[in-house]
């Protein structure tokens, strides 16, 4: 069974940035997509970004759109996200996720990190 471990959370400041990691072990050829998913207080676990090991392709939410890069290594079995001119909005729990398919969808993701927490001030 896949598992993720988030890191790189943390306090910054409106406008500051980020970058998130998300290790995967034990992962199979079938886990083919990886996705960042943010949760805050009182609020539904939300999609953020997906990536494909495979082909590279990626996709975002409009809420984060332009200001977020999510990249993969595959020789590290690693997943980024890299986070720019961060809103206090952006202020949640940010969690790794696995699925075999191609989707942006919460029930479509088997495996999931801990979570790490990033806060955005002002």
């Known amino acids: 069974q896949v598992r993720l471990v988030e890191s790189g959370g943390g306090l910054v400041q409106t406008g500051g940035s980020l970058r998130l990691s998300c290790a995967a072990s034990g992962r199979t050829y079938r886990d083919n997509t990886m996705g960042w998913f943010r949760q805050a207080p009182g609020k539904e676990r939300e999609f953020v970004a997906a990536?494909?090991?495979?082909?590279?392709?990626?996709t975002y939410a409009d809420s984060v759109k332009g200001r977020f890069t999510i990249s993969r290594d595959n020789a590290k079995n690693t997943v980024y996200l890299q986070m720019n001119s961060l809103k206090p909005e952006d202020t949640a729990v940010y969690y790794c996720?696995?699925?075999?398919?191609?989707?942006?969808?919460?029930?479509?993701?088997?495996?999931w990190g801990q979570g790490t927490q990033v806060t955005v001030s002002s």
């Open positions: 990536i494909s090991w495979s082909s590279g392709s990626t």
């Open positions: 996720a696995s699925s075999v398919i191609w989707s942006i969808l919460r029930d479509h993701f088997h495996s």
